[in-house]
């Protein structure tokens, strides 16, 4: 993934575009950093995000002209393999490896190394419900809840527009969501919607009219 956000950065910048986009990130406050990481990465230079980032175009060119962090990232910081019932007890050695997510840490952390955390907006513009209820038993805990065709009517939708602050449990911390000193909406996007869901929205007109005999022979 971060081979990706880096090629694609790359075509975007070639064509001369003044802005990209805006990052959000969060600091991490769990395992997924590997001692082995440093000195080129510290821990206390750890940082944790969503994995839908937006940049302006001077951080953009810092992670098309990075080499020495993604490189630790290439080795360090990768995702630990789902278990395999059909590999029987090898599924207890390869869940001991360390497990690493790397497009919700390197954009964050490669900005965090260049001190630019001064300069970055510490939210997300996407909002999600999150499903905390997770057990030893429950493998669902800690994803995205999906909206289903009962709870993603016009009402819905309406909260989530309304939603003026956030409060971030980890940090103690409440924000007001501001554009240059003025109230906005916190979210621009929501996920996560099913097909259902999607159908409703587009039936009651909630994002504006639209065809729906047009999408009915496609998937969303």
Not at 35 to 64: C, D, F, Y
Not at 92 to 111: A, F, R, S
Not at 175 to 192: D, G, I, Q
């Amino acid at each position: 993934m971060c081979t990706i956000i880096s090629w694609f950065l790359q075509g975007v910048l070639w064509t001369g575009r003044r802005r990209l986009w805006f990052l959000s990130f969060l600091d991490a406050k769990e395992g997924r950093y590997n001692p082995k990481m440093s000195p080129k990465i510290p821990r206390e230079k750890w940082r944790k995000g969503s994995q839908w980032v937006t940049l302006v175009r001077n951080h953009a060119e810092v992670i098309v002209d990075d080499e020495v962090i993604f490189s630790v990232f290439k080795r360090y910081c990768k995702r630990r393999p789902p278990i395999d019932i059909r590999k029987g007890k090898l599924n207890l050695k390869l869940q001991k490896q360390h497990n690493c997510i790397p497009d919700e840490h390197y954009v964050q952390t490669l900005l965090a190394l260049h001190g630019l955390e001064g300069e970055l907006e510490r939210r997300t513009v996407t909002y999600t419900l999150w499903n905390q209820s997770t057990t030893k038993t429950d493998n669902k805990g800690w994803h995205p809840i999906t909206f289903s065709y009962a709870n993603a009517g016009p009402r819905k939708i309406k909260e989530i527009k309304d939603i003026s602050h956030v409060y971030y449990e980890t940090e103690y911390r409440t924000e007001w969501c501001h554009s240059n000193s003025t109230s906005v909406p916190c979210f621009l996007f929501a996920r996560k919607f099913s097909r259902g869901a999607a159908m409703r929205l587009l039936s009651d007109e909630v994002i504006g009219h639209i065809e729906l005999s047009a999408l009915l022979g496609n998937d969303l």
